[in-house]
């Protein structure tokens, strides 16, 4: 037995009615993730109906490669069948797509519109990959479906001026010049929460805080506890909530607030809404907030010695296909 028929026969579910079985399956090779994967798998009985796959090379006589398209989506099923020869490869890695990220579309004309976005994406993360000089990687990310405006407008949605009343600035002199490691992950030292989603609102800058926030916590108390960024959003009378804010302005309105509570207790609903701290039930308090100099060798000095940070990131680029490291652009 070769190679193909192996991996064919691990595919095929095994239906001891079946006289015999068909199945097709595409093997999609990612270069940027270095890794491949089987998708959009069809079986069905020959002598039986199919029991969950729907075939559309067999319902119109189309090439073999036609897309397999599980029948619960219906209306991508039926867009299926008008998909150019040209767009199967593409529109497979998008119904992959859909499936991975339980993406969800109301009408025809927006899986055809988010599927022509997609493909620019695609074609996007090939060119940036093939120019990138940095350690940056692109590929496939959960916002695949947006156009770099969109993007923009949920994750960027504010520009900010400097603060009328910043928080104080700490000068390159206090910061020892102690030897630090090449690589360091305060992760591996249980002081960092799993990784959150803001979803569609420009909150970037209360995870921000929150995670800085639970990393000091942790290192101080021995106790990790994922802190509230809807706290923040309601409450937090200076910052823009869904459309923006700073963490040093963020910093203030906590010392004000008295605490944060915990994730559990105040959960993130991805929009603003009324004030509702409990001030016993606050689980986290800072005294006070400092700014660091822009010097990259002094912040990872004090990053090493202290613990976990907030940074503001100027992104002139915006990237819906980005995944890990670092452009040149992105250092300045």
């Given at each position: 037995m070769d190679d193909k028929e192996r991996i064919a026969l691990n595919l095929c579910s095994v239906n001891e009615d079946a006289l015999e079985k068909s199945c097709d399956f595409e093997v999609v090779i990612r270069k940027w993730e270095h890794s491949q994967e089987f998708i959009n798998k069809g079986c069905f009985s020959v002598n039986k109906l199919r029991s969950?796959?729907?075939h559309p090379a067999e319902k119109n006589n189309k090439p073999q490669n036609t897309p397999i398209i599980d029948t619960a989506a219906e209306n991508v099923f039926k867009i299926s069948q008008h998909i150019k020869p040209k767009d199967f490869g593409?529109?497979?890695?998008f119904t992959g797509y859909i499936n991975r990220y339980n993406k969800t579309y109301e009408t025809k004309e927006e899986i055809l519109r988010r599927f022509h976005v997609y493909k620019r994406n695609i074609r996007a993360a090939k060119m940036y990959q093939k120019s990138e000089l940095g350690s940056a990687v692109?590929?496939?990310t959960q916002f695949m479906d947006l156009t770099p405006s969109e993007f923009k407008r949920i994750m960027l949605p504010y520009v900010w001026e400097k603060p009328k009343n910043p928080i104080r600035q700490m000068s390159p002199d206090e910061i020892e010049d102690e030897p630090f490691p090449n690589s360091f992950d305060w992760?591996?030292?249980s002081v960092v929460t799993e990784v959150k989603n803001q979803g569609a609102c420009g909150s970037c800058w209360a995870f921000s805080v929150t995670g800085n926030i639970e990393g000091q916590w942790a290192k101080k108390t021995g106790k990790l506890v994922s802190l509230s960024e809807q706290e923040i959003l309601d409450c937090d009378g200076v910052d823009q909530a869904c459309n923006g804010g700073m963490p040093m302005e963020a910093y203030k309105q906590i010392i004000n607030m008295g605490g944060l509570e915990s994730e559990a207790e105040y959960p993130y609903k991805r929009e603003k809404d009324a004030c509702s701290l409990i001030k016993k039930d606050v689980v986290a308090y800072i005294n006070d907030s400092v700014q660091l100099p822009a010097d990259e060798e002094k912040i990872a000095a004090y990053l090493f010695k202290n613990g976990p940070i907030s940074v503001v990131v100027f992104q002139q680029k915006i990237y819906t296909t980005k995944y890990d490291?670092?452009?040149p652009s992105d250092k300045n």
């Amino acid at each position: 037995m070769d190679d193909k028929e192996r991996i064919a026969l691990n595919l095929c579910s095994v239906n001891e009615d079946a006289l015999e079985k068909s199945c097709d399956f595409e093997v999609v090779i990612r270069k940027w993730e270095h890794s491949q994967e089987f998708i959009n798998k069809g079986c069905f009985s020959v002598n039986k109906l199919r029991s969950y796959h729907l075939h559309p090379a067999e319902k119109n006589n189309k090439p073999q490669n036609t897309p397999i398209i599980d029948t619960a989506a219906e209306n991508v099923f039926k867009i299926s069948q008008h998909i150019k020869p040209k767009d199967f490869g593409a529109w497979n890695l998008f119904t992959g797509y859909i499936n991975r990220y339980n993406k969800t579309y109301e009408t025809k004309e927006e899986i055809l519109r988010r599927f022509h976005v997609y493909k620019r994406n695609i074609r996007a993360a090939k060119m940036y990959q093939k120019s990138e000089l940095g350690s940056a990687v692109y590929g496939e990310t959960q916002f695949m479906d947006l156009t770099p405006s969109e993007f923009k407008r949920i994750m960027l949605p504010y520009v900010w001026e400097k603060p009328k009343n910043p928080i104080r600035q700490m000068s390159p002199d206090e910061i020892e010049d102690e030897p630090f490691p090449n690589s360091f992950d305060w992760r591996n030292k249980s002081v960092v929460t799993e990784v959150k989603n803001q979803g569609a609102c420009g909150s970037c800058w209360a995870f921000s805080v929150t995670g800085n926030i639970e990393g000091q916590w942790a290192k101080k108390t021995g106790k990790l506890v994922s802190l509230s960024e809807q706290e923040i959003l309601d409450c937090d009378g200076v910052d823009q909530a869904c459309n923006g804010g700073m963490p040093m302005e963020a910093y203030k309105q906590i010392i004000n607030m008295g605490g944060l509570e915990s994730e559990a207790e105040y959960p993130y609903k991805r929009e603003k809404d009324a004030c509702s701290l409990i001030k016993k039930d606050v689980v986290a308090y800072i005294n006070d907030s400092v700014q660091l100099p822009a010097d990259e060798e002094k912040i990872a000095a004090y990053l090493f010695k202290n613990g976990p940070i907030s940074v503001v990131v100027f992104q002139q680029k915006i990237y819906t296909t980005k995944y890990d490291g670092i452009t040149p652009s992105d250092k300045n």
